[in-house]
């Protein structure tokens, strides 16, 4: 029997998986080459063995009865953000609304109070645009060279570009395709853009790119505001 755990220092919200990293790690279990699309039914728990079993073309993620997430192939790839030069990065991620106003302040991903995390302070690249947003995503060589941390890093900057300031809304789906784990210490850039809201549902796109444009990878996501 085939199990996953994602240990307790990668949350999102304080008692939760981060939700890039958990849709990273299922979808590794997916038997493609092709994007993934992962839908999270609970909260991923933390610290714990979770039981993966096959289901078609795809996995499903079960705490002992409960269904956690599903991942399957996706039909088609994300289309990607438009890309900003590392310097517009670093200007964007000092007007990162997380700095003020944050729903999850411990996040592994974007968490201002986390010192071993990825940093993603993704803020917009014109003040006048809140829903187009960068963050620079610098790989540190204490931290795995794992493909869910890259998920991780567009999965946070979907978030803000939502405007995660002042409310509370966690991934509900996520489409990704990484075509490349970026190297210890490159300057890579993650973009996201907010396509639309529709009730409590908002749709958002990432990208990441390397130090020489290159696209690292995209996903699109739906995310949930929470009542």
């Not at 990273?24 to 728990?45: H, K, M, S």
């Not at 714990?48 to 079993?53: A, F, H, K, W």
């Not at 956690?68 to 517009?88: H, K, T, Y």
């Not at 002042?166 to 190297?183: D, F, H, N, Q, S």
Request: charged share 25%.
């Amino acid at each position: 029997m085939r199990t996953l755990l994602i240990p307790p220092s990668l949350n999102g919200p304080a008692d939760s998986a981060n939700g890039g990293i958990a849709s990273g790690r299922l979808a590794a279990l997916v038997p493609t080459d092709g994007p993934v699309t992962v839908t999270l039914r609970l909260p991923p728990p933390l610290g714990r063995e979770l039981i993966v079993q096959p289901a078609g073309s795809g996995v499903r993620l079960l705490d002992d009865d409960r269904l956690v997430a599903e991942a399957v192939p996706a039909d088609e790839q994300p289309e990607p953000v438009d890309p900003v030069d590392f310097e517009a990065a670093a200007e964007a991620a000092t007007r990162f609304a997380g700095f003020t106003d944050h729903p999850f302040p411990t996040c592994f991903g974007c968490g201002t109070e986390r010192t071993d995390g990825l940093a993603c302070y993704a803020g917009p690249v014109r003040p006048e645009e809140p829903n187009y947003v960068a963050t620079p995503f610098v790989p540190r060589p204490e931290l795995p060279r794992d493909p869910a941390l890259t998920w991780a890093a567009l999965d946070c900057a979907g978030g803000w570009s939502i405007g995660l300031a002042g409310r509370r809304a966690v991934l509900g789906r996520m489409t990704a395709l990484i075509r490349e784990v970026p190297a210890v210490g490159e300057r890579c850039v993650v973009v996201a853009r907010c396509d639309r809201w529709d009730g409590r549902k908002a749709y958002s796109r990432s990208s990441g790119y390397g130090e020489d444009g290159r696209l690292l990878g995209v996903t699109s996501a739906i995310w949930i505001e929470l009542r």
